[in-house]
């Protein structure tokens, strides 16, 4: 059984919380618990053993917390989530070998792409592939046509794995807290277009990944996992670039599995992580 909870904090949450679990017969085998004292937040993720009904203990537990609070016991298990790509493989094949083998902590429900390259390696791994072509029509209409194949799905979450398009803030809030991108850049360095060759230009002896959740602000969305690798002068950009693709996939697939697995708690537009 996994709980977690977000509120204000106040004085006694962890006693108050650990009493009901203690009269509901719970054993608490993980307990992790954060207060973010700027924001006067309150964040724990607790898994135990044996069972409860799910309804009532997060009632009982909402009765001892701030009117604020929110609460979710055993959510969801097995996340359902729709991939968006263009034509870069690199991410989309990680994700769905692990889907394959039972170890993504979710369901692929469909792969949706602006492009035609990917199809076939969707098939072979018997995914749906849809494509929603983005010439010869208005961004309004291509974000339209995603849209309604996204929500026939009814995913958890949709993952940009390696989707070049901008969303839009219409299309974000649609799926507010919901929408994971990978960054080929150690953000806030190098945001936008072409990060590898900005990269190169200024000289840096590190570069990285970041997985973040999508907001309106391009780029600038809370922070879910970040990696970088040192490199040298020798390294021109198509050297970076090849290099950074081994990182995505790493700090993709960390972040994946940290959503997934309920460890990832958003405030504002800041992140807390029990890994």
């Not at 679990?21 to 954060?34: D, P």
């Not at 309804?55 to 929110?70: G, H, T």
């Not at 983005?134 to 799905?153: L, S, W």
Request: proline share 4%; charged share 20%.
């Amino acid at each position: 059984m996994i709980i977690v909870i977000q509120s204000k904090d106040q004085i006694g949450l962890v006693a108050a919380i650990s009493g009901i679990m203690s009269r509901n017969g719970l054993n608490i085998v993980s307990l992790r618990e954060h207060v973010d004292k700027a924001e006067s937040r309150f964040f724990m993720r607790i898994e135990a053993e044996h069972e409860a009904d799910p309804s009532s203990l997060e009632n009982e537990i909402k009765a001892v917390l701030p009117s604020d609070a929110y609460v979710t016991v055993n959510p969801q298990p097995d996340k359902k989530v729709v991939l968006l790509v263009t034509k870069e493989y690199h991410c989309l094949a990680d994700i769905l070998v692990r889907n394959y083998f039972k170890t993504l902590g979710a369901t692929i429900q469909c792969v949706i792409g602006n492009y035609s390259n990917l199809e076939n390696i969707c098939t072979r791994f018997d995914v749906p592939f849809h494509l929603v072509s983005h010439e010869q029509t208005d961004k309004e209409a291509f974000e339209k046509n995603i849209a309604g194949i996204v929500e026939r799905y009814t995913p958890d979450y949709i993952v940009l794995a390696k989707f070049m398009r901008i969303l839009s803030p219409a299309f974000v809030a649609r799926f507010p807290t919901r929408i994971i991108n990978i960054h080929h850049s150690f953000l806030p360095a190098f945001a936008g277009a072409h990060p590898y060759k900005q990269a190169f230009e200024r000289g840096v002896k590190l570069i990285g990944a970041t997985s973040h959740f999508v907001t309106d602000e391009l780029d600038e969305g809370p922070i879910i996992a970040q990696q970088v690798i040192p490199v040298n002068h020798s390294y021109t950009a198509a050297d970076m670039m090849k290099a950074g693709k081994e990182i995505e996939v790493s700090v993709l697939a960390k972040a994946l599995s940290l959503v997934f697995s309920d460890r990832v708690f958003v405030y504002r537009n800041k992140t807390v992580v029990f890994e």
